[in-house]
């Protein structure tokens, strides 16, 4: 190949020596060229151009063509393929006696080989085809070979800003998801047909085992000062309006309802059952804690720190007020009944108990949550991804979606 850089501009020609001008190519141009006859040059996207002599219009010189790697060859294996024409019957070994099932007529086979019309079924036993394929007609076609699944993909999270309580309390129990309107039977599995047209996502908890929502819990000044470093001053503000769903009725001192919102993630200490109804007691923060940090993103602060959600008449989950991201902690009072928050275990959808089996055998012994990720820990301390707001990434998966 001819690579070269025009010194001036030059006109290019329909052949060499030619009067017929076809184009030009301006001064300091990159051209390359496929052959040189006496200075004149055929250019690779077509016509000739002089390069004068002794070079002068255009400087060039041979360089090596460069190399194309051809695509890989599709790798392709011979299989027998076919169809029966009739029932068959699979046996253990070629003329053999053990019966270890039936094929039905009509039906594609595929096979790995061939004794005397008695084909090896690729997944297992024997079938006679018959003398001359009376039973099945088949034939030798050539398949590409299927490359086995890549493993699951092995995500090593972000540290967590420091060591935390939560993780501790979290191995110690187990993770649920609370369930969404249309998945909760107290809603009958659909969304609440209110006004306006948007509601809260409320899920209440009572400090004992009973049904409906239990006493108030004490809004602190520093739990107050949490919420503003968990959300800008207007979102806060507007989750401190009276009605919005934190807050029913303004007291003083400050109260808030003993809830949270659905679709968002807590640890069942225990469970109980009290008059044939199941309950479950979930972590939540001391509503008189001082020492309030991390947020949602922080590793398994997801936990204790959730989003504020609502859903529409038409079963749509959405963000608060004007799309705004609005955080909220789950807290209770520990003043009150030990601090218990609990709430009917069919309200919940329990995550699959650890250890858990992945469809490649590695065993996830631990979860680990960072904002809408979710990681699992494998034996040798290394984290796969389960899930991120694109989908599961596994076999292991729960029904409950993600909030907005």
Not at 17 to 37: H, K, L, P
Request: proline share 9%; hydrophobic share 35%; charged share 20%.
């Amino acid at each position: 190949m001819i690579k070269g850089k025009t010194i001036i501009k030059r006109d290019v020609f329909d052949k060499p020596r030619g009067t017929s001008r076809i184009g030009t190519i301006d001064a300091n141009a990159i051209i390359t060229a496929t052959e040189n006859m006496n200075q004149w040059l055929h250019l690779t996207d077509g016509g000739w151009v002089n390069a004068g002599p002794g070079q002068q219009y255009i400087k060039w010189d041979v360089v090596p063509d460069p190399v194309v790697t051809p695509p890989p060859a599709v790798e392709s294996r011979k299989i027998i393929k076919g169809k029966t024409l009739i029932k068959c019957y699979v046996f253990d070994k070629p003329r053999g006696v053990r019966r270890i099932g039936t094929i039905n007529a009509n039906a594609i086979i595929t096979a790995t080989e061939n004794m005397y019309q008695w084909l090896h079924l690729t997944d297992g036993g024997w079938v006679n085809a018959g003398p001359k394929q009376q039973y099945i007609k088949w034939g030798i076609v050539s398949e590409p070979v299927v490359p086995p699944p890549l493993p699951d993909p092995v995500v090593t999270p972000p540290p967590p800003i420091e060591p935390w309580i939560i993780s501790e309390i979290k191995r110690k129990g187990r993770i649920a998801t609370l369930l969404v309107d249309w998945q909760n039977p107290k809603w009958g599995f659909a969304p609440r047909n209110v006004e306006p047209m948007a509601y809260p996502q409320t899920v209440t908890f009572n400090s004992i085992c009973a049904s409906g929502k239990g006493s108030t819990i004490p809004l602190t000044s520093q739990m107050t000062d949490y919420l503003g470093s968990l959300n800008e001053q207007k979102t806060k503000e507007v989750i401190l309006t009276t009605g919005v769903g934190w807050i029913n009725i303004p007291t003083p001192p400050g109260t808030v309802e003993r809830l949270t919102w659905a679709a968002n993630h807590v640890i069942v200490k225990e469970t109980r059952v009290e008059q044939g109804v199941d309950y479950s007691n979930v972590y939540a923060s001391s509503c008189y804690a001082t020492d309030l940090i991390g947020t949602f993103f922080d590793k398994d602060m997801r936990l204790i720190v959730h989003k504020f959600n609502a859903v529409t008449t038409s079963g749509n989950m959405i963000k608060l007020a004007n799309e705004r991201d609005c955080y909220t902690p789950l807290i209770t009072d520990p003043n009150v009944n030990n601090g218990d928050m609990w709430i009917r275990s069919d309200y919940l959808e329990m995550w699959p108990e650890l250890p858990f089996t992945l469809s490649d055998g590695i065993q996830i012994v631990e979860y680990e949550l960072f904002g809408y990720m979710i990681y699992g820990l494998r034996t040798d301390g290394k984290s796969i991804l389960l899930r991120d707001p694109s989908g599961f990434k596994t076999n292991w998966k729960i029904n409950s979606p993600e909030v907005p």
